[in-house]
């Protein structure tokens, strides 16, 4: 029996397609200089300007509004004591600033997931039916260049700036359902685990190295450099891709043959046979992948709750500078990005070497991935203004959520390599909408900022956690669903 589809669970125990023929013995390609982890590393650095480009503004957020003005409405500059900070350059603050109120930020910052979640599901079939490479490439392209506009939006008012952010979150929205399914034709089964997690990785380094650099940036410049920085990053990742990735292994033209041959022969007996037929009906009537929806979707609520407002917090509530408030905020990311790594290594390790059925080990790291959060969250909102118990328990929350990579997060390839990039887009379009409402509501639940305000977020975020943890945990399964390897009549059986 193929070790990494074992389940246990009863119903799963009869998928005679995955079994038949595997016992050929598939020679292992080595790890260095291979072009598999060629891949994952370019896609790292393709989900580092991701979310370099999504996160910047949250704390640009916090030099773009009129300072003045804030502390009239909001009645203080922060509820705890404000840290000591060294001036800044006279040259420093020469970019506009704005008289946003509380409301319009939610919006503002709430914005690039309403074109987030329109290309979800579409990304997820035309990297299918075009391929993913260039779906991907011109995705992130199409963001670098709104980013490059956003302070010429800025300027123009609230109004082109959220217009602007809906047309970076319409780029974005390609990106993981395509890189998904490129990695349903390049990450042999067993190595899944550690060849997305280096990929995603790159997501919490975007997180963990733009919110100190942007808050730099903001100190020494102004907010706009914020914008141009991190655009030019993209604009090299992008001339990177375009001439160092191809959409499968038989498409590339420097792999060896012996891992393009590893790669083909696990991955034989788990891809349809037919490449236009998409079994829609069995997809979303599927429990497996709704339990995935469920998991994700709360999982977000508190990763985007946290990525979008905590600089506002810790300037807001903390009382931390904008030079600050960047390394702080990013510390959070930094132990998410570790742990990451780590349960993608722990996770093929059990599952390979300890031979542990995969969907216990999908459910444990996304238990330990999303109640641990929601314990450490809650407890930051009742530590006051002990500066450094919040930071360490807002730091332990995100790392413990990284452990999720190796989860939920992944599910998709383990019931349907095939149909992944459509999958995560189905998954990543409920999943979006933490992004859209989630800073709106927390906004609106803390107009004055006080820390009972921010008590209140915190117990919402923690408790739809647990919720995801819950249903994943009944109804996750780790097995190649029997419609995702649809043999085709012309093929016969």
Not at 201 to 230: H, K, R
Not at 241 to 246: E, I, R, T, Y
């Amino acid at each position: 029996m193929e070790r990494y589809g074992s389940d246990t669970e009863g119903e799963e125990q009869d998928t005679p397609l995955l079994q038949r023929g595997h016992k050929d013995g598939v020679q292992r390609a080595p790890v260095c200089c291979s072009s598999r982890y060629g891949l994952a590393l370019l896609s790292s650095y393709g989900f580092f300007v991701v979310y370099s480009l999504r996160v910047n503004l949250s704390v640009a957020m916090v030099d773009m509004l009129n300072s003045t003005h804030q502390s009239t409405t909001n009645h203080s500059v922060s509820v705890c004591p404000a840290h000591a900070s060294p001036a800044r350059p006279k040259y420093n603050h020469t970019a506009s600033v704005y008289n946003w109120d509380s409301e319009t930020q939610g919006w503002i910052l709430g914005s690039f997931f309403y074109g987030y979640i329109l290309t979800q599901i579409p990304g997820g079939y035309l990297a299918g039916r075009f391929g993913p490479k260039w779906l991907m490439g011109l995705g992130i392209l199409g963001t670098v260049i709104f980013t490059l506009l956003t302070p010429v939006a800025a300027d123009l008012g609230a109004s082109y700036l959220i217009a602007v952010r809906v047309l970076e979150g319409i780029g974005e929205g390609v990106t993981f359902p395509a890189m998904y399914t490129m990695w349903a034709a390049w990450a042999p089964p067993l190595e899944r685990s550690r060849l997305l997690t280096i990929s995603y990785i790159g997501a919490q380094m975007g997180t963990v190295i733009s919110l100190p650099l942007s808050g730099e940036i903001c100190f020494y410049l102004d907010w706009t450099y914020v914008f141009y920085v991190f655009g030019a990053v993209g604009l090299v990742w992008f001339f990177l891709w375009a001439f160092l990735v191809f959409d499968s292994p038989n498409t590339h033209p420097r792999i060896s043959e012996r891992e393009r041959l590893y790669i083909n022969n696990s991955l034989k007996n788990e891809l349809s046979t037919s490449a236009t037929y998409i079994p829609w009906r069995a997809i979303v009537t599927s429990r497996p992948l709704w339990a995935i929806v469920v998991a994700h979707f709360s999982y977000n609520w508190t990763f985007y709750t946290l990525l979008t407002l905590l600089p506002t917090y810790m300037y807001n509530i903390l009382g931390f500078s904008i030079q600050q408030n960047g390394f702080l905020s990013a510390l959070p990311y930094m132990g998410c990005a570790v742990l990451a790594v780590v349960s993608g290594q722990v996770a093929d390790y059990l599952r390979e070497t300890c031979l542990y059925p995969t969907v216990i080990v999908r459910k444990s790291f996304s238990i330990i991935g999303m109640i641990g959060p929601a314990v450490f969250l809650v407890a930051a909102g009742y530590i006051g203004c002990n500066y450094t118990l919040a930071v360490t328990f807002l730091t332990i929350s995100s790392a413990l959520g990284g452990v999720s990579a190796s989860g939920f997060n992944i599910n998709h390839l383990d019931i349907a390599p095939s149909y992944a990039g459509i999958l995560l887009g189905i998954t990543n379009t409920f999943a979006t909408i933490p992004g859209m409402v989630g800073p709106v509501i927390a906004r609106a639940l803390t107009k004055q900022n006080t820390i009972e305000e921010w008590q209140t977020v915190f117990y919402i975020a923690a408790a739809i956690n647990l919720f995801g943890a819950t249903v994943y945990t009944m109804f996750g399964r780790g097995t190649v669903q029997p419609w995702a390897v649809h043999t085709s009549y012309s093929h016969g059986d």
